[in-house]
């Protein structure tokens, strides 16, 4: 078993021995203040050294959004990170972005981020970007139309993020999926947070591929009008500012 697979098999222990904590509860006071007032650019990170750091979660989209929506979420890591663990965790919102735009098959993306160091106030928490998947690897709650992800880390597999953002914003789903998959691979991200694909599984179940109940597709579709399948097409860029 090479260490990568290893490494997953024990993110699926982990998660496996999390589910039932991770997403009791879903009431909290903090509203989410979506669309924090993208900055114009020109704050802090003007360093040189790009953002091609080393992480492998390849470059940016450039793709045509079309009508797809856009999601402006403020990015609040928790730690006093490094402006090289920043340059990472905005790959990692890159990387993502890509999910999302796959997950809702081109109907919608992550479009200005802000990422900011050193803070417990954002639509999305970062406990500590390259700290350890912990228990619970992640949550989301969920008041008034808003939502509040939390991250226990920057590391967490890409459909870790879209699980809670499907309970956040994608359906929003208020309960769990954690039996839809098979032998084989994954069928939804609001199954599994580490399913069976590993790293950067991105799909919503519907009423064709379900194992489950929830037939997650139904509700995108009439939350959000969506078509499924969607137009596709390449991820469109999602710019990251780093305060
Ligand atoms: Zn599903
Ligand atoms: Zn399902």
Not at 6 to 31: M, N, P, Q, Y
Not at 46 to 64: E, F, L, Y
Not at 119 to 129: K, P, Y
Not at 157 to 167: A, K, V
Request: glycine content about 16%; aromatic content about 8%; charged content about 15%.
């Amino acid at each position: 078993m090479s260490t990568t697979k290893a490494f997953h098999r024990l993110l699926i222990v982990i998660v496996v021995l999390s589910l039932t904590l991770v997403f009791a509860g879903c009431s909290k006071k903090h509203k989410s203040s979506r669309g924090a007032a993208s900055t114009g650019g020109g704050t802090g990170s003007g360093t040189g050294t790009g953002t091609g750091t080393g992480s492998g979660t390849g470059p940016n989209g450039t793709g045509d959004p079309g009508g797809a929506k856009s999601l402006d979420l403020t990015w609040a890591v928790q730690e006093t990170a490094s402006q090289a663990d920043l340059e990472y965790m905005a790959d990692k919102i890159k990387f993502y972005n890509e999910g999302l735009w796959e997950g809702t098959e081109g109907q919608a993306y992550l479009k200005d981020q802000t990422l900011v160091n050193g803070s417990s106030d954002g639509n999305v928490i970062v406990r500590v970007i390259k700290g350890p998947i912990s228990n619970p690897p992640a949550a989301c709650k969920t008041s008034g139309g808003g939502f509040q992800i939390t991250l226990c880390s920057g590391q967490l597999p890409r459909q870790g993020f879209l699980h809670e953002l499907g309970h956040g914003w994608v359906g929003p789903f208020y309960s769990e999926e954690y039996n839809c998959l098979n032998a084989s691979e994954g069928v939804c991200v609001m199954a599994m947070m580490v399913g069976l694909s590993g790293e950067g599984y991105s799909k919503w179940c519907d009423p064709t591929t379900c194992v489950e109940s929830q037939q997650c597709w139904n509700l995108m579709q009439s939350t959000h009008g969506w078509a499924h399948p969607g137009p596709g097409g390449a991820a469109p860029a999602c710019n990251v500012t780093i305060q």
